[in-house]
């Protein structure tokens, strides 16, 4: 078996999202003494909310197949972090066989971004006996995702498991304790993630609920009153 590095193509990345922003640098490949084949580059994107699936296609059938025999920073399940230095080895004569020639590679990535509720915000509020909506960004598009309701560290409500929309419709109980240490947890493929503590408060406020039978109060007063505000009130007749 005979072969000859040519070059490394142009690093195909395919985001789920199209709010990311990474790149691939510094990509170099050479042929060790051992015959295999080592492919270094760096990744750049956020390790603390994405992770990469990586494949290395190369020229030798068309590129219509991932190489198979690699080893090192190479995954298809969303496991690769971003940062420099990455290094995978391919063991290219037990894939290659007898082949002999020139060889050209690509790297395909797909990137990941963890979940992450956008509402309710952290230290806001939503009211109880109310509707209100759960959004999210992050995740895959055709992954489930299970929400759940916490108070402190104790899970409230399973609330639902939904497609991953982005958006959820929640209707607060009208009874539900008011508080301000609730959050949200949200699970998909790669885990949970639980949001900032955020308050659950009284449907009215309580000003509200101390105006209304202040109103009634003054209506029964003007009802008793009646009259013409001029003359003293009638004298009730004598009884018999």
Known sequence: M???VLVL???????????????????VAEVGSNGKVIITYDL???????????SIYSSH???SQPLVNVTGDIDTEYNVIPGSGKRVEWDAASELG????????????RVYQFLRVTR?????????GSTTAITWAGGQSSEKINIQLLKGERIVSNLSTVNNSGSYS???????????????????????ITTEPFSINAKYPLLLKVA?????????????????????????????
Do not use: C
């Open 98 to 109: 007898s082949y002999n020639g020139e060889l050209a590679f690509e790297i395909r990535a």
């Open 170 to 192: 929640w209707s607060i109980p009208k009874d539900i304790e008011k508080g301000k240490d609730y959050k949200l947890r949200l699970t998909g493929s790669k885990g949970p």
């Open 2 to 4: 005979r072969f000859k």
């Open 212 to 240: 209304v039978p202040a109103a009634l109060l003054a209506g029964t007063i003007v009802l008793i009153g009646g009259g013409s505000d001029d003359g003293p009130l009638p004298v009730p007749p004598e009884p018999n």
């Open 120 to 128: 309710p915000a952290a230290g806001k509020w939503v009211r109880r």
């Open 61 to 63: 059938n068309g590129y």
């Open 44 to 54: 750049k994107g956020d390790p603390e909310k994405e992770r990469f699936s990586t």
């Open 9 to 27: 193509s142009l690093l195909t990345l395919i985001s789920l999202s199209p709010v990311s922003a990474q790149s691939v640098e510094n990509v």
